[in-house]
């Protein structure tokens, strides 16, 4: 279920990772990693609004290719050669 939003409403972390195609859990671990976002309030929360998702889209695809990328190189080099 996409739920349509206007230019200034906020969005929540799901909200936000269903537009980036990913699932809220991941893109917290993005949120974290990054220096980009801050959490606002108790709980680590974040708070959105739509005009954020264009960059978001951009640095998140960058980061999670990037992600990706270190995933399978450090799985070549536990995986021994004989």
Known sequence: MTTKATPTE???TKQVAEALGTDA????????????YTAVGSGKRYAFSTKDVGTMK??????SKER???????????????
């Open 10 to 12: 906020s969005l929540t």
């Open 25 to 36: 859990k991941t893109l917290r671990v993005f949120l974290r990693a990054s220096n980009d």
């Open 68 to 82: 990706e990328s270190a995933k399978a190189e450090a799985a070549k080099v536990s995986t021994p050669t004989e």
């Open 58 to 63: 951009t640095r998140f695809t960058k980061w």
